[in-house]
């Protein structure tokens, strides 16, 4: 069953903590994708990669790091950096500038 | 850089009615057009997408957009809303060789 699977569903968090998203696809997508979502603000870009072992900052990349050694994954790292971390964290792949396919998210909130 | 907006919020409609949700974007040359949807509790998901061809583009469910390139739009409609049909609508736009610009999204809700 293809799809891209997102662990943890919640995940809390106390300041001055990382704390790392799973992001898993076996769609074969080349580009992966992380965004985070705030209610009226829709989704925004933190990092994208379209390559293995490339990887490249999105719109609000500050305080998040990420990595991606297999094609299949690409985990998300909340450093203790970023200022305001509690939000719905989502991942996506496509095939190059194509449709993106997104996972069930993450929910973080820093206690 | 492109920008995406969704002028209405939130959108409270009574069931049967027609529904008509607009999406303005600011990029001048070519542009792929998306609608998703995110229904509580599921994943967000494609409804439509606009490349090229007919700009009156058929989705799921009895959803429609139609892409006005005059006027930088890409609205969408459904004649007749179910219950089943609230959800928050993003709309999103990429041109070639750029990512994926989402509009801050409508809350939809539907009474029965």
């Known amino acids: 069953d293809g799809g891209i699977t997102q662990s943890p569903k919640y995940l809390f968090r106390k300041e001055g903590q990382n704390v790392t998203l799973s992001c898993e696809q076996n769609?074969?997508?080349?580009?992966m994708y992380w965004y985070r979502q705030d209610p009226g603000q829709g989704l925004r870009l933190i990092y994208y990669?379209?390559?293995?072992?490339?990887?490249q900052k999105g719109d609000i990349a500050e305080g998040y790091s990420v990595s991606r050694e297999k094609k299949e994954s690409f985990p998300l790292t909340v450093t203790s950096a970023q200022k305001n971390p509690t939000a719905f964290y989502l991942c996506?792949?496509?095939?190059?500038?194509?449709?993106?396919?997104f996972g069930p998210g993450t929910r973080l909130t820093v206690l | 850089a492109q920008s995406v907006s969704q002028h209405n919020h939130h959108v409270i409609l009574s069931e049967a009615a027609s529904l008509e949700l607009g999406c303005n974007y600011s990029?001048?040359?070519?542009?792929?057009l998306f609608w998703y949807v995110q229904y509580p509790g599921q994943h967000l998901q494609l409804l439509l997408k606009y490349f090229s061809g007919d700009p009156l583009v058929k989705g799921i469910k009895g959803f429609e957009a139609e892409f006005i390139k005059s006027k930088f739009s890409f609205n969408l409609r459904k004649p007749s809303v179910q219950w089943s049909d609230t959800a928050e609508y993003f709309c999103a736009v990429n041109n070639a060789g750029n990512m994926l610009t989402f509009g801050g999204g409508t809350r939809l809700m539907v009474k029965p």
């Open positions: 996506a792949s496509s095939i190059k500038y194509n449709e993106q396919f």
């Open positions: 990669s379209q390559i293995v072992n490339d990887f």
């Open positions: 769609l074969n997508h080349d580009a």
């Open positions: 990029y001048g040359g070519t542009v792929n």
